[in-house]
């Protein structure tokens, strides 16, 4: 009678866990979309939206193949029911062009008779469904690993994250890249510890999805095999050949007829010839790999494959080869193994920091009664696989991150955070219920310090709406201080440029000058009023004063305002030093500085 009483208790308590999972992540959607409303299109998007309605159109994925297509797919697809005039695709963008992204998507977005906001809004929609099942994927996992408290910290930390839900509203592959990475990774782990055939099947159709998600979810490939080989089993060589297998399935059941279906269009001679251009373009020398990939190109069985392999080629130089990047005051150009551990510090709430403390000290002590023996730590790996499996991406993941000289952005991190936030939240599950059997004083304080930190954490999301993508922590100073350490898409993604235009109307200025940092188009919003500003057009404030045709009004994004601050062995290079004398009048949306010098 008690153990059918306690299963009723346990079904009850479930279910309130499950209503209550559903409430925070219906408030996390309704917070992601009020917040991206007056959100112009943030750099990423306008090539990402063109080349999305470009595949499902006409079949051809010429555009932006650095970035897998699912994405952008699904962005497109509530396009298809609108009556867009498609007139970009007889521009030289598309019909000549080698990878004209960024001007068809702007001139298909802005310049080609289309409704542009109508465009944004409902491009963006179908982004959250990468939030929703992720939210729910992860409260699953953490469910099943630490109860039901477990599972409500997780989602919480999850869902009010800024950073996440900054990037969960955007057409772009970074929360997509967290979706695949988590849900290929969940049901391998499945596969590893019930390895039948149904369950490797499953595995191999999600990781073809991830693939299909960013270009950085390859490193599944070299995670997997790890997992596979540490595995505690008899069988790892049978193990490790079903691993395999399981990468073959992705790549021919989904990958190779996904891309089939994008290229199916595409004529061999311009894949061809555009690989050949794109390769030769980003590597110095043509050496026979290379020289495979462009030959692959052309043959309708590898056309898919090569089409798939050359976005990860462009991608692969990408992260090494220089870029400009704002940090900490300086200009860098081949990045800082710095960069991601202190944007990730500052770019996260002070009381997930805290948290993360409580669980390191927790684990500390766990660590101490192993003593270092490598058969104790066996026995943990086994006992705790699948965090051992999460410790082993995040090690990965953040290797391959600082080695990176792309710095632009705490987004390129959110791979990680699914894996930190279970493991963080599971240690604060698990100390939560060793202080409620010892003591129901210290259990009381215990509960009080969580919900006083996770509210702490929710009101730091709230403060911060409908600016996401500008939150810093107290450290930094908050989003107002943030630019003084890092810009681009940590800050300025080009996401203010409609709030800008409406204060300029507002305040009547017929004429600002602007220096923009984004691809959304400024005589759209603003017509007339709108003159160029870029940072070689005048020398000095004197230069200004004596030039200007706007009566003193520019105004220029932070991240231009930053990174051409110029290098200290180029004195004479092109800068905005000279606007350092005088004090912004307005600051849109922490990301667009205005200045009135007359």
């Not at 009381?444 to 009101?459: A, C, D, E, H, P």
């Not at 810093?472 to 630019?483: C, E, H, L, R, T």
Request: with cysteine; charged share 15%; glycine share 6%.
């Amino acid at each position: 009678m008690l153990s059918q009483e306690q299963s009723q208790n346990g079904t009850k308590s479930g279910k309130k866990t499950s209503i209550i999972a559903i409430i925070i992540i219906a408030a996390a959607v309704v917070l992601a979309i009020a917040s991206s409303w007056n959100d112009s299109l943030v750099v990423d998007e306008v090539p990402h939206i063109g080349a999305g309605y470009s595949y499902l159109v006409k079949g051809d994925m010429r555009l932006n193949m650095e970035h897998p297509p699912l994405a952008k797919d699904l962005a497109a697809i509530p396009l298809l029911f609108l009556n867009l005039n498609q007139s970009a695709f007889q521009s030289k963008f598309w019909q000549t062009d080698v990878n004209g992204q960024w001007e068809f998507g702007r001139l298909f977005i802005f310049n080609s008779g289309n409704d542009a906001d109508l465009i944004r809004h409902l491009a963006r929609l179908p982004m959250l469904l990468f939030f929703i099942l992720s939210a729910a994927l992860l409260f699953k996992w953490a469910r099943r690993l630490y109860g039901n408290a477990g599972a409500i910290i997780s989602l919480v930390l999850f869902s009010f994250s800024p950073t996440v839900i900054a990037h969960s509203r955007f057409v772009t592959t970074d929360m997509a890249a967290l979706f695949g990475v988590l849900l290929a990774t969940y049901f391998f782990i499945n596969y590893l510890k019930n390895q039948t055939t149904k369950n490797l099947i499953i595995a191999g159709l999600v990781f073809g999805v991830a693939l299909l998600c960013k270009f950085s979810t390859v490193l599944l490939v070299p995670f997997f095999v790890l997992l596979a080989l540490l595995y505690p089993s008899r069988r790892r060589v049978h193990t490790f050949f079903f691993t395999i297998l399981i990468f073959a399935i992705g790549v021919v059941i989904v990958l190779w007829p996904v891309y089939y279906f994008h290229i199916r269009n595409y004529p061999p001679e311009k894949q061809q010839y555009d690989a050949r251009h794109i390769l030769t373009s980003v590597y110095r020398k043509i050496s026979a790999p290379l020289s495979l990939e462009i030959k692959a190109s052309g043959q309708p069985l590898l056309r898919p494959l090569a089409q798939y392999s050359l976005g990860a080629l462009r991608v692969l130089h990408q992260n090494t080869e220089p870029h400009n990047t704002f940090f900490m005051g300086d200009v860098l150009y081949y990045g800082s193994h710095l960069y991601f551990p202190i944007v990730y510090f500052i770019k996260e709430p002070l009381a997930w920091w805290a948290l993360v403390l409580i669980a390191l000290l927790a684990i500390s002590t766990q660590v101490k009664s192993l003593k270092f023996k490598v058969t104790s730590l066996t026995d943990w790996i086994k006992a705790h696989f699948e965090e051992f499996a999460m410790i082993l991406w995040l090690l990965i993941y953040w290797v391959s991150s600082i080695n990176s000289t792309l710095n632009i952005g705490v987004r390129h991190l959110l791979p990680t955070y699914p894996f930190a936030i279970l493991l963080v939240s599971g240690q604060i599950a698990k100390i939560g219920q060793r202080v409620k059997e010892k003591s129901k004083k210290i259990f009381l304080t215990f509960g009080l310090l969580l919900l006083t930190l996770l509210g702490w954490y929710v009101i730091e999301n709230l403060r911060v709406f409908p600016y996401y993508l500008t939150y810093f922590n107290q450290v930094a100073g908050g989003p107002s201080g943030g630019y003084r350490y890092v810009t681009d898409s940590n800050l300025d993604w080009g996401q203010d440029l409609i709030r800008f235009s409406n204060w300029v109307k507002e305040k009547n200025i017929p004429k600002i000058e602007l220096d923009y940092f984004g691809w959304a188009d400024q005589a759209y919003y603003l017509g007339s009023r709108f003159e160029w500003l870029w940072r070689e057009k005048y020398q000095n404030a004197e230069d200004f004063k004596a030039r200007n045709k706007s009566d003193g009004w520019l105004a220029i994004s932070v991240t231009f305002l930053q990174e051409t601050q110029g290098p200290p062995e180029q004195p004479q290079y092109p800068n905005y030093l000279w606007l350092k004398s005088y004090q912004p009048v307005a600051i849109i949306g922490h990301s667009i500085f205005v200045y009135h010098i007359q």
